[in-house]
């Protein structure tokens, strides 16, 4: 592909991208309306709420994004966040079509952009204006620079090579604290002595310690936050996770036969590489590598094990998988034996087929993503329809809004402009009066009505309360004193 045709392709992906967010609304998810409302107390010069209740851990860049996007959008600041990370999911397949050049030729990154760029998961969490998205764009490409050009060994371009890789790791570092691994490990990759580089790869961490001690006092308040909400909210954490986690999670973002096909193009990348590599094969590795050591520490520290702390080296696999179902495409020019390379063709047709025959049993996974793309649009709809109403307006002047439990709280904070104390989750302290909201229907009780870490029976009217307004999705109840 040209360099031409590269930037058309990739314009073009980016207008389609518009166009869809523009038909299809999508909303921000909960962690992402917290960083708006953070956002906008930084621009009323209020210190942002990081200890709110079950508030999730800040991203100091993530929180600056939000920041000026609510001051040149203002309220439309959370779909125009939603743009933001679904235009970073195409600067990340983009980015590992770079990568998956440099490493392994043309059809191979075709093949693992398009294996990135079909995942549901990273999908799903573009539409929620997840941070993760524009991470793994950020550290995509510090990987795609690095693998296109390497690091100077010698002394003739020694003080700048690697500055720009680095550079954009330090960035993500600021939207999530993976990067730091990533950042060291490269440090150590380009010489010890690069004091200039260790300079740059210490910048996020100090920068994130310095947000949160500025904000709660605390330098490493992230990281307790992070840990006290896991033990609250009786998410699966500990080593003895790791395995087990480890397996399910890269299998579920990458899809069973891509993380299959990843694992077997590692080995075909090890044993027909030459010696010494003509490409920059380290750099998959290394982000697979480091991606899973970062996420046994996440167990080692009794952090959540979640399936975003498998993000990069689920991406990783998605590259090699590129080699395994097209590398001998390429082997093809660089002299790999015929034999070796028609026995590969035939093993990946008859793989081929098998996917084919996968993605037919999974098609329901399609129609899943859209149904959970109208709902996140309806429940945000109706949401509104009932805060905006005249009973909920009214009822306000009696107390605080109350929901069964935290879901719902940022972004009723964010729509109606309300400090942390006007808006409550039951779960957390049932106040006596005020507009207390409850579900309506099986999905969104389950969806909203329950949460990990709080009681059901936050789900039921106190006495006192009256019904004033209802629609699909949800019911208001007032007290007035």
Request: net charge positive; proline share 6%.
């Amino acid at each position: 592909m040209t360099r031409r045709t590269e930037l058309v392709v990739f314009a073009g992906l980016a207008l389609a991208t518009i166009v869809v967010w523009a038909l299809v609304p999508t909303y921000p998810n909960y962690d992402a309306y917290y960083h708006l409302v953070w956002g906008r107390e930084l621009l009323d010069g209020v210190t942002p709420t990081f200890e709110a209740y079950a508030a999730p851990t800040e991203h100091p860049l993530y929180v600056a994004i939000c920041a000026l996007l609510g001051a040149v959008f203002g309220t439309d600041a959370d779909r125009v966040l939603v743009l933001f990370t679904a235009l970073s999911m195409v600067a990340l397949v983009w980015a590992v079509y770079r990568l998956g050049r440099a490493c392994f030729g043309e059809w191979p990154g075709r093949a693992g952009a398009f294996f990135v760029g079909t995942s549901f998961a990273l999908l799903l969490f573009a539409a929620k204006a997840y941070v993760d998205v524009p991470f793994l764009a950020v550290v995509l490409w510090a990987a795609a620079l690095e693998a296109e050009k390497p690091a100077a060994r010698g002394e003739r371009g020694w003080s700048r090579a690697g500055l720009l890789p680095m550079g954009l790791l330090a960035v993500a570092g600021l939207l999530r604290p993976e990067a730091w691994v990533l950042a060291g490990l490269y440090w150590l990759w380009c010489g010890w002595r690069r004091w200039d580089l260790l300079a740059l790869a210490v910048v996020a961490p100090l920068l994130w310690a310095l947000t949160d001690y500025a904000v709660t006092g605390d330098a490493l308040f992230s990281l307790h936050s992070t840990s006290a909400l896991a033990d609250a909210l009786g998410r699966e954490r500990g080593v003895a996770h790791v395995p087990g986690s480890f397996v399910r999670f890269l299998a579920d973002t990458a899809r069973p036969p891509v993380a299959l096909a990843g694992v077997i193009g590692m080995v075909l990348a090890v044993w027909l590489s030459p010696r010494p590599p003509r490409r920059a094969l380290h750099v998959p590795f290394a982000l697979f590598g480091a991606g899973a050591l970062t996420f046994v520490g996440t167990g080692v520290a009794g952090l959540s094990i979640i399936p975003r702390y498998l993000t990069v080296p689920s991406i990783a696999l998605c590259l090699f998988a590129g080699f395994c179902v097209l590398g001998f495409v390429e082997r093809s020019r660089e002299g790999t034996d015929g034999v070796v390379r028609r026995r590969w063709a035939r093993v990946m047709v008859a793989g081929a087929v098998l996917g084919v025959v996968f993605v037919a049993a999974r098609f329901t996974v399609i129609d899943n993503l859209f149904t959970e793309l109208r709902y996140i649009r309806s429940t945000h709809q109706t949401l509104v329809a009932l805060l905006e109403s005249p009973a909920v307006t009214q009822g306000r002047e009696c107390g605080p809004i109350t929901f069964p439990n935290y879901r719902l709280v940022p972004d009723t904070r964010w729509l109606l402009d309300l400090p942390a104390a006007a808006v409550g989750a039951r779960s957390d302290a049932r106040r006596p009066h005020g507009v207390a909201i409850f579900t309506v229907g099986d999905k969104t009780l389950h969806r909203y009505g329950y949460a990990d870490g709080a009681s059901r029976t936050t789900t039921v009217v106190d006495p006192g309360f009256r019904r004033v307004a209802a629609n699909a999705q949800f019911a208001a109840y007032v007290s007035c004193p």
